[in-house]
């Protein structure tokens, strides 16, 4: 059974950074692409990056520039690099086994003004 445990949410101000972490378990973790999603309040979920099993790594435009994702596969853990954080990026963040419908159980990123 695949779980995904996500870590690293809390609140920050605007410009700051934060590092989200998923850990896996039950899953041939290094042949899968993993994402990240978000979802704010009152909004659909969105993609916000993905990394391939070859570390090929695609971003959504509004966070271009600011965030990373990478991974550790001898670790199981995808991660997401938060820089310049803005409001807008206020949501609950949700790790993903691409394309599959293993979720962790997501956590919050609150970005104050």
């Known amino acids: 059974q695949v779980q995904l445990v996500e870590s690293g949410g809390g609140l920050v101000q605007s410009g700051g950074s934060l590092r989200l972490s998923c850990a896996a378990t039950?899953?041939?973790?290094?042949?899968?692409?993993m994402a990240w999603y978000r979802q704010a309040p009152g909004k659909q979920r969105e993609l916000v990056a993905v990394?391939?099993?070859?570390?090929?790594?695609n971003y959504a435009d509004s966070v271009k520039g600011r965030f990373t994702i990478s991974r550790d596969n001898a670790k199981k853990t995808v991660y997401l690099q938060m820089n310049s954080l803005k409001p807008e990026d206020t949501a609950k963040y949700y790790c993903?086994?691409?394309?599959?419908?293993?979720w962790g159980q997501g956590t919050q990123v609150t970005v104050s003004t």
């Open positions: 993903n086994v691409f394309q599959t419908t293993s």
């Open positions: 039950g899953i041939n973790f290094e042949v899968y692409f």
């Open positions: 990394i391939s099993s070859e570390d090929t790594t």
